[in-house]
């Protein structure tokens, strides 16, 4: 059974850095693309990062690109998301997601709709 669980977030200042954790389980991570997307009440999920399933290839928002750092460990079956910089508009509910991808060499994040598997999500508040 494939499982995806996140932790790590919490509550944090602006400009303060938190790091989540995905740990993936019932699959390993060279079969599927991870990707991470966050939720706010009343909002379409939206995509943050995500990761090939080679590991060779990543993806960033816009939003994200210079402050968020997408990682993984093959070992741990765990994928990261190093948050920097952190702004009160990153508060949100941060989910790993999984898909199994034809092509091992890239990511998508264009729609969460293309992910099959989810963890059960992280809440991160930026606030001072």
């Known amino acids: 059974q494939l499982q995806l669980v996140e932790s790590g977030g919490g509550s944090v200042q602006p400009g303060g850095s938190l790091r989540l954790s995905c740990a993936v389980s019932g699959f390993t991570l060279d079969s599927y693309v991870i990707g991470w997307f966050r939720q706010t009440p009343g909002a379409e999920r939206e995509g943050v990062s995500c990761i090939s399933s080679n590991g060779g290839s990543t993806n960033y928002a816009d939003f994200v690109k210079g402050r968020f750092t997408i990682s993984r460990d093959n070992a741990k079956n765990t994928v990261y998301l190093q948050m920097n910089s952190l702004k009160p508009e990153d508060t949100a509910v941060y989910y790993c997601?999984?898909?199994?991808?034809?092509?091992?060499?890239?990511?998508?994040?264009?729609?969460?709709?293309?992910?099959?598997?989810w963890g059960q999500g992280t809440q991160v508040t930026v606030s001072s």
């Open positions: 997601a999984a898909y199994s991808p034809t092509i091992q060499t890239i990511c998508f994040m264009t729609s969460h709709r293309g992910y099959d598997y």
